[in-house]
């Protein structure tokens, strides 16, 4: 008897430690259910808990927390193949993937004590609490508030747009101290936290998005993350870099699922008797979404590379991916309704829902708009100009 494939010993094994395996996972449990999720609304915790026995929560936590310490390329990989399936399941390894980093690249001993195997495990599910009614990408309009008192700190204000706020257990929350901005971790069931869920949302319906309210919420010491005054650089642009990476690594995904649902569809459908696949516009379609879905990949996985040798350029490189990888998986996602017609305005097809994820990619960690900024600003410095 001829041995297990690599990809049937990792599933088997109950651990994804790569593309392949993560392919094999995404394609049994999550792509045939997607249209399904975003009927529904959110993800059913039956899925959440198999992602953790599969170890996809936080991969790159160290062995002796439950992690397999991934290194960041395949790390985008998996992201990549679970956003081919549900971005609204990718959301949510984003804003877990953010909060797990955070606390093991900031946090205490204490503080990893307490929360980080649970966080490998998928048994705690975190969520990322920056955005407010009136702040999103402009991080400095921040309006909530952490006082000291009493040796520990009130925490009050507002977040707005926060995926998985209707699920998580421990939230990442970001507010005005005295002196700058901290980051607090606050446990969902802690006394004055209130979680108003937002029901309607143009893409990720499934992403369980909520509003957390904070209203006196008392907190301990322990709870603030990194140094004092020390959150509004540092912590702040490491996490959102990580969660830039994963949003990029999923928007390649969304392009690679228009490619395969396109190439499906018109091999099936016909034109006078001539599949659509033989006709040269829609060669050209496909062919576009081929050169952009690899040119994408290579982008992201060299910020991957960048951040597995700890080189700061990975923060511009995946500015770059980012905004590369989601304005194009916004034109594919469009001409992948085009290509399926009327058929692609319905609910039996996956495109209407990939069109609709992919222009939320555009907004999210940070605007397309902010990003242009933001590396024309960098090929200016670089250019010494």
């Known amino acids: 008897m001829s041995p297990a494939s690599p990809v049937l010993e990792a599933v088997e094994s109950g651990t994804v430690r790569d593309r392949a395996a993560a392919r094999a996972f995404v394609d049994e449990h999550i792509t045939p259910r997607a ?32 992690g397999v310490d991934m290194d960041m390329v395949t790390l985008g990989e998996i992201h990549e193949e679970v956003g081919r399936g549900c971005s609204s399941v990718r959301s949510l390894l984003t804003v877990h993937t953010m909060v797990s980093w955070a606390l093991r690249r900031w ?3 204490l503080q990893r004590e307490r929360w980080e195997s649970e966080l490998a495990h998928g048994t705690t ?35 707005k747009w926060i995926t998985n706020g209707q699920r998580a257990d421990l939230y990442l929350v970001f507010a005005r101290t005295a002196d700058s901005v901290g980051a607090f971790l606050v446990p969902r069931d802690t006394p004055g936290v209130h979680v108003q869920p937002i029901p309607e949302i143009l893409g990720t319906r499934a992403s369980m998005l909520a509003e957390v309210m904070f209203e006196d919420v008392r907190l301990g010491p322990e709870a603030l993350l990194g140094p004092s005054g020390f959150t509004a650089g540092m912590l702040l642009t490491g996490t959102l870099d990580l969660g830039r990476y994963s949003v990029a690594a999923g928007s390649v995904g969304i392009i690679q699922a228009c490619l395969e649902a396109c190439a499906a569809y018109t091999t099936r459908r ?24 690899r040119a994408a990949r290579l982008l992201c996985q060299e910020a991957g590379r960048l951040k597995d040798v700890r080189d700061s350029a ?8 980012k905004y590369f990888a989601s304005t194009r998986a916004a034109v594919h996602a469009s001409e992948a309704v ?6 692609g305005c319905g609910p039996d097809y996956p495109v209407a829902r990939l069109y609709r994820d992919s222009k939320v990619m555009e907004i999210i960690e940070g605007s397309n708009e902010i990003q242009r900024v933001t590396i024309a600003g960098e090929a200016y410095r670089e250019m010494k100009l």
């Open 107 to 109: 946090g205490s001993d």
């Open 270 to 293: 016909e034109v006078g008797g001539t599949p659509l696949r033989h006709l040269q516009l829609i060669q050209a379609k496909v062919s576009d979404m081929v050169t952009d879905v």
């Open 338 to 343: 085009q290509i399926h017609g009327a058929n």
């Open 314 to 321: 990975t923060i511009m490189a995946t500015w770059v991916a």
């Open 35 to 66: 249209n399904g999720f975003e009927q529904d609304g959110r993800i059913p915790e039956e899925l959440l808990e198999r992602m953790g026995a599969a170890g996809l929560w936080a991969p790159f936590l160290p062995h002796s927390s439950g």
């Open 125 to 159: 599910l975190g969520a990322f609490c920056l955005s407010e009614p009136g702040a999103g990408s402009d991080a400095g309009g921040i309006t909530s508030t952490a006082v000291q008192a009493g040796g520990g700190w009130t925490l009050n204000g507002t977040k």
